[in-house]
Nanobody, 127 residues
């Protein structure tokens, strides 16, 4: 599985951004269900889960982003989105898209559960 993120940038506090992650699956797989997630890593901090969704639509959110971020997926194009609103300076980080085979309810936010990763996209929120 190849993942490519886009949509990062610089935004003022209170603004919005939408991240996209294009997934390309190569070769056959015995699995049909999957989970996809957004993670972020700020300088000097560990990577943390932000939001996740499984192939059946179940969602998980970190407490810090509930009510502000929305994860969604377009199964026709294998694209994952993260709509971020009311952004705060503490949301500044590199955001990564991740994939794991196998559905799970709720989809996990632990990065150790995922084994396919994108290269990341920088989000900077200025105060």
């Amino acid at each position: 599985v190849q993942l490519v993120e886009s949509g990062g940038g610089v935004v003022e506090a209170g603004g919005s951004l939408r991240l996209s992650c294009s997934a390309s699956r190569r070769g056959p797989s015995r699995y049909t269900n999957y989970c996809m997630g957004w993670f972020r890593q700020a300088p000097g901090k560990e990577r943390e889960g932000v939001a996740a969704v499984d192939s059946n639509g179940s969602q998980s959110y970190a407490d810090s982003v509930k009510g502000r971020f929305t994860i969604s997926q377009d199964r026709a194009t294998n694209t994952l989105y993260l709509q971020m609103t009311n952004l705060k300076p503490e949301d500044t980080a590199v955001y990564f898209c991740a994939w794991k085979w196998g559905g799970w309810i709720p989809p996990p936010l632990a990065d150790t559960e995922y084994n396919h990763w994108g290269q990341g996209t920088q989000v900077t929120v200025s105060s």
